[in-house]
């Protein structure tokens, strides 16, 4: 079949192995040397797309501009909802699940969940990652690094790696104790320098299509899979910086990874036609994935934008310059937020915001996300179920142009 992306296919290249802590089958002890695969240097590619696939690009791209344009310069709500949608949906590929008020308690430190705590680390993740390349700024290891470190702090197993490249070598697939009957083993540790930099340098260039940018710096991070965890989500927070840094977006982020999770062993599949040598398919994934995710986070615009009169109606129409009026003005920003919050928020009296706080929840707009009696954590009902919501229409919307992936 002609590769519709060309490159360089990655070598396999045959290392010695020997286990650095004992464990497993006699097959795994026994184990002295992995294939490994080297991905090429793409400092320099120059990937030629075709006419059609072209198309496709602009007018995804437009669509990602557009919703950016029109949407994030007035709506905090918006991008906040965004973010959170796509480290929720990254998170879900790597098979961490958790409701979407679990996630909401977490965003407030909440622990009870781990699942959920992880999915709050891979929104400050992505946060630190997107912020580092503002107005322009290159793409840097040192802020990849601490992106890794945001989403690993906290995890009891990997925060002694957290924002440093593996020392070690790694593996996708097969055993737990050695990389027998692997189904890829990356480059090994002492490599991995040399082709992050290699990857930056790529990353930084303005002579490429923003999105085939984008989804090549994707793949060849996952080729190199520098960490010892976390890859997956920090590669996918890539495609967004890259987005950012080229001036698509300048206050949205795409949720990409809602589309991609409902393929996800197609989307790993492009992944491997990558390192097969053919960009084509892991590119057309991003790309169908972004045009659907701008087009129906427009959906979720005007939705934010109809809310706030929705909750004036439903809570009778507080009095201009009341507690309840400041409390439903500081919902968009905030969609989760406790007592104390809303008293800084509206700098009302504890008991009017009280008030405040119950009018609101009487009227459906807000309900309450712990058993506390005290300290009680309010979510915005409206807000909570759009989150679910988008991820669930661009879901849809990603299986109904399967064949196009």
């Known amino acids: ?118 999915m709050v680390a891979s929104t400050h993740a992505l946060e630190h990652l997107i912020a580092s390349v503002a107005g322009g700024a290159d793409v840097t290891l040192a802020n990849i690094h601490r992106a890794h470190s945001a989403l690993m702090a906290d995890d009891p197993y990997e925060k002694d790696y957290a924002g440093r490249f593996r020392d070690m070598q790694n593996w996708i697939g097969g055993s737990d104790y050695s990389p027998r009957g692997a189904l890829f083993v990356p480059p090994p540790p002492e490599t ?55 001036g698509v977006t300048s206050r949205v982020v795409v949720p990409l990874a809602s589309a991609l999770v409902v393929h996800r062993e197609e989307y790993f599949d492009t992944l491997n036609a990558y390192r097969d040598g053919d960009a084509g398919p892991v590119v057309e994934a991003f790309t169908v994935a972004a045009a659907i995710a701008a087009e129906e986070s427009r959906t979720t615009a005007d939705r934010i934008s109809a809310m706030p009169e929705e909750w004036a109606a439903a809570t009778g129409r507080p009095r201009r ?31 009017t915001v009280h008030a405040a706080i119950s009018r609101l929840h009487d009227a459906g707009v807000i309900r309450p996300l712990t058993e506390r009696t005290r300290n009680q954590v309010w979510g915005t009902v409206a807000l909570l179920d759009e989150l679910g919501d988008l991820g669930l229409r661009i879901g849809t919307r990603a299986r109904a142009a399967r064949t196009q992936l």
């Not at 072209?54 to 709506?75: F, I, K, Q």
């Not at 976390?230 to 890259?242: F, K, Q």
């Not at 439903?328 to 809303?342: G, I, M, R, T, W």
């Open 1 to 118: 079949m002609a590769k519709s992306i060309p490159l360089a296919p990655h070598r396999s290249v045959v290392v010695p192995w020997e286990q650095s802590v004992r464990g497993g089958t006699a097959d795994d002890r026994r184990l002295n040397e992995v294939t490994v695969r080297l991905p090429p240097h793409i400092a320099s590619l120059d990937p030629a797309t075709s006419a059609q696939l072209t198309s496709r690009l602009e007018t995804a791209l437009r669509e990602v501009a557009n919703l950016d344009h029109t949407h994030g310069a007035r709506l905090d709500a918006l991008s906040a909802l965004l973010l959170r949608n796509e480290s929720v949906a990254s998170s879900k590929i790597e098979h961490v699940e958790a409701s979407i008020d679990d996630f909401a308690r977490a965003t407030h430190g909440i622990r009870a969940n781990e699942s959920a705590m992880s």
């Open 192 to 246: 991995v320098d040399e082709y992050m930099n290699d990857l930056v340098r790529f990353a930084n260039r303005n002579d490429l299509s923003a999105l085939v940018q984008a989804a090549v710096v994707h793949a060849q991070f996952e080729s190199i899979h520098p960490y010892t965890d976390g890859n997956g989500r920090i590669g996918r927070a890539l495609v967004n910086t890259v987005l950012r840094r080229r």
């Open 321 to 351: 310059g009341s507690v309840a009026a400041a409390l439903l003005d500081a919902l968009p920003a905030h969609p989760v937020f406790s007592s104390e919050n809303a008293e800084e928020m509206t700098r009302g009296a504890m008991s």
